[in-house]
């Protein structure tokens, strides 16, 4: 869980190493808060905001390439995730007016008074959320890697029923290749899991598409490619050179 314990609200921790929560019972009512301390309740919050916000995209990156499927745990973490940004969002308002309010009051040099226990029943409340936004946070992490299928591996060279090609392969699913059969030609396509799909354009001038499908081992994969204009396709099959 994210304190500001943790996240150093160093003049408070200083003064009572004790955790944030139980500042309300163990902090002298006329001990000053600074907003010094309003300032970094404010940045852990931000931070606290930024790190869900990019799970959220994360987790809706993956439920949009899911495609039809119908994912009810997904679905329900990443309204979770809403709300929970919406909660942090509202502590994010209410340090900030808090930070403005404090420091009039320190420029004019009066007294913090009501204002500081105001920022403590703050902190209280805004740490329990930050747990139930921490737990929203790992939750997701763990339905993003159970849910993410990783591309098959296309590099490298591989003797087909058509002569050898090689496969280069960047950002784990980009991949383009070289062949030599009848005057050779450039293929170039897209991983999804165990699928290549893509187009082809032979130096002779034809052009066409492709899609091949990796075995389990890794060691072979087959499918089948098709002409523009119709003329020709069949079956296209490789094993690991």
């Known amino acids: 869980m994210r304190t500001f314990q943790s996240t150093a609200i160093v003049f408070l921790g200083l003064l009572f190493a004790h955790p944030i929560p139980r500042l ?66 509202v502590f994010r308002r ?22 500081r226990k105001q920022f403590i029943k703050l902190v209280v409340r805004f740490n329990r ?34 002569g050898r090609i090689s496969f280069a392969q960047f950002d784990d699913n980009f991949v383009t290749g070289n062949y030599s059969y009848n005057g050779g030609g450039i293929a170039r396509g897209t991983v ?9 354009i032979a130096n002779n001038g034809g052009e066409g598409t492709f899609k091949i499908v990796m075995a389990e081992d890794g060691k072979s994969w087959a499918g089948s490619y098709r002409s523009n204009n119709g003329n020709t396709g069949g079956a296209w099959r490789a094993t690991k050179s």
């Not at 999804?192 to 082809?200: A, E, I, M």
């Open 24 to 89: 309300h019972a163990q902090i002298d009512p006329n001990e000053f808060v600074s907003s010094v301390a309003v300032a970094a309740a404010l940045n852990s919050t931000n931070t606290e905001i930024a790190d869900l916000d990019n799970k959220k995209r994360q987790l809706t990156d993956l439920l949009r390439s899911l495609g039809g499927k119908k994912n009810t745990k997904g679905k329900g973490l990443l309204q979770r995730a809403k709300e929970d940004l919406s909660e942090l969002k």
């Open 94 to 115: 209410s340090f900030s007016k808090l930070e403005d309010k404090i420091l009039k009051k320190e420029l004019l040099g009066q007294p913090v008074g009501k204002l």
């Open 129 to 162: 959320q930050a747990g139930k936004s921490d737990r929203t946070l790992e939750r997701i992490a763990v339905f993003v890697v159970a849910n993410t299928v990783v591309p098959a591996n296309f590099r490298g060279s591989w003797d087909t029923n058509f």
């Open 192 to 200: 999804n899991g165990s699928v290549l799909r893509g187009t082809y």
